[in-house]
């Protein structure tokens, strides 16, 4: 038996989830009868896997492994894979991707099929030391115009509202 270690991503009739050292894969549910039966649609090894979770964006899922990347959520085709920060948290706000990888980098990605775009990237200035194998999980957050990111016991507050 084999335990997800990701929250599932769910929309049209699909849900998706990965885990370490298996792969990701999707299941179409089926209702009838006072019954609901999971059928495979698709799965592969090579699909997200990180516990950081994937995002559904349109019909696209965006996820991470040791990369980056974006797949077609119906039929788990990747459109794009890439490095970016490795292994992360995801979050998607305003047609962007916030990604805190375990390593403590945070990834601004366009949220696009197309192709992997990174509009910024910022380390904090004074990250906590952590043990061997140690790594931080912690999904940033936004609130009222601020991005919060935590890693271990401490916080980083950033202001991401446009400037007039």
């Not at 849900?15 to 495979?40: C, D, F, I, M």
């Not at 980098?105 to 910022?122: H, N, Q």
């Not at 380390?123 to 009222?144: F, G, L, N, R």
Request: with cysteine.
């Amino acid at each position: 038996m084999v335990f997800s270690n990701q929250t599932p991503a769910a929309g049209d009739g699909l849900v998706y989830s990965g885990a370490g050292r298996v792969g990701g894969g999707a299941v179409r549910l089926k209702a009838g009868q006072g019954t609901v039966t999971a059928e495979e649609a698709y799965f592969d090894p090579r699909l997200p896997t990180a516990i950081g979770g994937t995002v559904l964006v349109g019909a696209y899922l965006y996820g991470t492994s040791q990369t980056m990347m974006c797949e077609d959520y119906k039929t788990g085709q990747v459109k794009w894979n890439e490095r970016s920060v490795g292994p992360a948290s995801l979050l998607y706000a305003d047609g962007l991707l916030y990604m805190h990888g375990e390593n403590g980098e945070v990834a601004l990605i366009e949220a696009s099929p197309e192709a992997y775009r990174e509009r910024g990237r910022l380390t904090a200035s004074t990250p906590p030391s952590h043990k061997a194998m140690e790594q931080s999980w912690a999904y940033p957050v936004i609130a009222d115009g601020r991005l919060y990111v935590r890693d271990s016991d401490t916080m980083w507050c950033y202001d991401i509202r446009a400037s007039k």
